[in-house]
């Protein structure tokens, strides 16, 4: 089970950080991703973080102002978004995914198989 949080409103150039806590002793086999919908649009990927330290995955419109992490020892993953912008406005889901691949590879819905409940981020211009 994940359980996303820390979603709010925010003006823009602010900053959020949304926590996704993970049920069950095998957090560490799992690639965890964010992904985010807005209303009328399809869900898209923002970031991903494999099982490996290090080792993480954006998408070009967050890159360089959002940061992905974990804290395995807490079972718990993080999305720091900095300068936010209008546009970031939505309901973001947090995802684990099987496997031992790279970051890269979770770039896609389909390649995550437990999702959270979503948390909105409303982003006021």
């Known amino acids: 089970q994940l359980v996303e949080s820390g979603g709010g409103l925010v003006q823009a150039g602010g900053s959020l950080r949304l926590s996704c806590a993970a049920s069950?002793?095998?957090?560490?086999?799992?690639?965890m991703g964010w992904f985010r919908q807005a209303p009328g649009k399809e869900r898209e990927f923002v970031a991903a973080?494999?099982?490996?330290?290090?080792?993480?995955n954006y998408a070009d419109s967050v890159k360089g102002r959002f940061t992905i992490s974990r804290d395995n020892a807490a079972n718990t993953a993080y999305l720091q978004m900095n300068s936010l912008k209008p546009e970031d406005t939505a309901v973001y889901y947090c995802?684990?995914?099987?496997?031992?691949?790279?970051?890269?590879?979770?770039?896609?819905?389909?390649?995550?198989?437990?999702w959270g409940q979503g948390t909105q981020v409303t982003v006021s211009s």
């Open positions: 995802a684990a995914g099987d496997g031992s691949n790279s970051a890269s590879y979770y770039n896609r819905a389909g390649r995550f198989v437990y």
């Open positions: 069950g002793r095998t957090f560490t086999t799992y690639a």
């Open positions: 973080i494999s099982r490996w330290v290090g080792d993480t």
